[in-house]
């Protein structure tokens, strides 16, 4: 191995993650938010106002499902709201999503609400087709990255395909713009039955910062369920990986 390659190797050290479950990573990730206490209403107000995607509501909760992950509301009040570096918040409801102050929870999947053909048909193997909506690169480039060498999610049979007759399911990552509209449901029809809807991250689930634009279309999620939910800004290869793995019931 050329020098040059062997001190590039040597500095990044091992880079493989070898237990995708219980990988830990830096406190500056900006996972899972802490609400420690009701703040006063000068604090709520300040913290409302600061918030780009309206993500906090007047009880100081905060919504994941339209949260940037900025940690604006914890610059302005550090004592009270800190971002955790706990990255398992995928889920399969929304209101799991909502943080509530004096809440220090694990956020979790509901089983009652998967359907039973996932795990019966899905356990062992799953392909999937991700499409942009509309995205800006960001949620896409990190589930090119779930499938890498460092994560490698397809030792457990998850992969990326090209084509949606290939695949078990629908990854959608963006808010969904007018143009991408049509060629989303295409994709969608194109899967055969029965198909995991999975959103991922923030702009997919709520619309983010573009949510009210007249470019969207939204109607898609309004004619099918969701099976995962998976926040963030963009998501993180371990939110995405350890999301599906719950959902299809690997260990």
Partial sequence: MPLKEFSIFRKHGRQFVPDLRSARLTDMFRGRPVISGEGTSEEIARVVK???????????????CKCVFCKECQFALPEKITFTNDYKIAVNSRESLIIRAGQNNPVLLDPEKIRKEIRSFF????????VSSGG????????????????????????FVASPRHADGIVLTGPITENMAAALQICYDAIPDPKIVILAGTDAISGGIFVGSPALNRSFLEKYPVDLYVPGNPVHPLTFINGVLDLIGRK
Avoid: W
């Fill in 50 to 64: 600061l918030c780009p995607t309206g993500a906090i509501d007047s009880s100081c909760s905060i919504d994941l």
């Fill in 123 to 130: 356990k062992h193997a799953l392909k999937l087709r991700q």
């Fill in 136 to 159: 800006d690169n960001s949620c896409e480039m990190e589930l090119n990255a779930a499938g890498n060498v460092n994560f490698d999610m397809g030792r457990y049979g998850i992969e």
